[in-house]
């Protein structure tokens, strides 16, 4: 009990995250894809994810006069919960239910707000912590029945239909569930996090229909098997810094298309899920009618977990590569230690093997990386977004860096180019491993991170970033101004160890500014009797990163290279 939410360390070797909710957590697809990930890249974590969802469910106590039965309320089954499953976290996710298909009323809002802030209290009172999702949207272009509209705020009907229900929804019932999860976003202290599904969800929607202007998301209300997916990775990012681009090619398909391992992953959830819902117990007339006793699902289920691990292996070592072209060039894709990578090859290398390693923002303004591409240089990258060059991030870097020089015969020192926050990646992975480290070529970086995220200086900073990487790095609002672990910090190290440095920056930067970052960092090194070179741009904000030209980039990768000893 009482793991703490940071997300400055490794995936905890043991940890039990309850899931509350509506039927779209009863259904819990995206909660099998997560246990789908730790059974692949992290089989050694004994991370037990317990899906206590009930369809129909909410926080609030509400339910439309023609809903078949009264919904069900989180509240009534919460103390039975908690003790039953005795979680660390527990993730909750309510409000599609909670307006009950009706336009925006406040006292409807009332309601759901005091339900929330209730099951919030309790759970964080066990001991556990309390992780809320925004409610998903409403996607009214995927609704299959009839949509109403209404004619007042307090949703007058026209005189031939009854009332609201999830059979017959207000039309714009989406601008109630946007005001819902606003609040949910506002929570501040009140949770120990909070997590937006609703953007990504919309997002992906947009990017789809972009592709396709039929797209269906699911029926309006629950998310089809791509929605899972992307509930999935948000909760992978937000919880676990685990950020992931590339859609696993079991998240859509057909069950009967499925790898064997995937379809046990499935069977498992399905079996603890019934389990577990009818042994605490809940309301919803609809029982589970293939529910076993728990004790039984459980070793069922302990069982299946063994196949799954094994063979999820042997998929792995099957599919994880994937070879394809960028811009002419090979490509290869795979994971480390379940972070997402990639290598681009030359063609005809240069005699060494030297690599560029991007620290962050693969193929943004990439000229420097693409003239050295054709001289030969790989390219190489790993995902390890939105963990701001905490120790953590260093750690993954250096099993990073092990493998690709392994598996692509690399040369022992990379230079690595750290494009605004990557320059926190950058500076502190050569204080770390100075000698793995050839160059570092460092564009408009952060190299405070009270200038930004944290907007303690002459910057605006980012309330969102920064509280993600407070966390990281385990700091407060209160301890972060003394903090004294920024790549400013660490330069006498680098320094010693003569890294050149190439330093990019616009001296009209109002996000990251110049004085507090590449300058500073300038003027230190020169104390220091570091070898660095400071390129202003006269009048140049954060964007556009590196020169269109970049001849002098290129310039002094090479010089370095070349001066290696």
């Not at 389990?275 to 070793?299: F, R």
């Not at 407060?476 to 050149?500: H, K, V």
């Not at 904000?541 to 290279?561: C, K, R």
Request: glycine content about 8%.
């Amino acid at each position: 009990m009482g793991t703490m939410f940071q997300r400055n360390a490794d995936v905890p070797r043991s940890l039990t995250v309850a899931f509350l909710g509506d039927s779209i957590t009863d259904n819990g697809r995206y909660i099998a894809l997560m246990h789908a990930y730790f059974s692949e890249h992290m089989p050694d974590r004994d991370v037990r994810l317990i899906n206590l969802g009930v369809s129909s469910e909410t926080a609030s106590g509400l339910s439309e006069p023609d809903h078949p039965f009264p919904r069900p309320c989180v509240h009534e089954r919460l103390e039975a919960a908690l003790q039953a499953s005795r979680p660390d976290w527990v993730v909750v996710c309510y409000g599609m239910n909670d307006g009950i298909y009706h336009p925006f009323s406040e006292e409807r809002f009332a309601a759901y707000k005091d339900g929330m802030s209730r099951l919030i209290a309790q759970i964080r009172g066990s001991g556990a912590q309390a992780i809320v999702m925004t409610p998903p949207p409403f996607d009214v272009r995927s609704v299959r029945g009839e949509v109403v509209s209404g004619s007042s705020d307090e949703g007058e009907m026209p005189q031939h239909l009854p009332s609201y229900s999830w059979k017959q929804p207000y039309a714009s019932y989406d601008d109630v569930l946007k005001r819902y999860a606003e609040w949910c976003l506002s929570l501040g202290e009140e949770a120990d996090a909070v997590v937006n599904i609703r953007d990504p969800l919309l997002r992906d929607m947009k990017k789809m229909r972009e592709q396709d202007p039929e797209y269906s998301s699911g029926d309006g209300i629950h998310p089809n098997p791509r929605g899972h997916w992307v509930i999935a990775k948000t909760l992978l990012g937000r919880l676990f810094n685990i950020t992931l681009e590339r859609m696993p090619e079991h998240a859509l398909l057909a069950d009967a298309e499925l790898p064997e391992w995937f379809a046990l992953t499935l069977r498992r959830h399905r079996l603890l899920g019934a389990a577990w819902k009818e042994h605490v117990g809940h309301t919803n007339p609809n029982k589970a009618a293939d529910a076993l006793p728990l004790a039984e699902a459980m070793k069922q289920g302990e069982e299946l977990q063994r196949r799954i691990v094994a063979l999820a292996a042997e998929y792995h070592r099957m599919t994880d590569t994937k070879v394809s072209e960028w811009s002419g060039y090979p490509r290869t894709d795979f994971t480390v230690h379940g972070r997402e990578a990639i290598v681009i090859a030359p063609h005809v290398p240069a005699a060494g093997r030297p690599w560029i390693w991007r620290t962050e923002f693969f193929g943004a303004f990439d000229y420097a990386d693409r003239a050295l591409l054709a001289q030969g240089w790989h390219i190489a990258y790993c995902r390890l977004s939105h963990m701001y060059g905490c120790p953590g991030a260093v750690e993954r870097m250096e099993r990073f860096r092990e493998q690709v020089r392994e598996r692509f015969a690399l040369a022992p020192q990379a230079a690595l180019f750290g494009f605004s926050r990557g320059g926190l990646y950058a500076v502190h992975y050569a204080a770390a491993h100075p000698e793995r480290v050839l160059a570092l070529y460092l564009d408009a970086p952060v190299l405070d991170i009270r200038s930004w995220p944290g907007g303690l200086g002459q910057g605006p900073g980012s309330a969102a970033e920064w509280e993600d990487c407070l966390a990281v790095y385990g700091l407060t609002e209160q301890t972060a101004p003394q903090f004294d672990g920024n790549p400013l910090d660490r330069l006498r190290l680098i320094a010693e160890a003569g890294i050149p440095i190439l330093l990019i920056s616009g001296d009209q930067d109002v996000e990251v500014p110049m004085e507090e970052n590449a300058a500073l960092m300038a003027y230190r090194m020169l104390e220091l009797g570091g070898k660095t070179t400071l390129i202003v741009k006269p009048g140049g904000g954060h964007h556009p990163h590196s020169l269109e030209q970049p001849q002098p980039i290129v310039d002094f990768i090479t010089e370095a290279w070349n001066g290696r000893v």
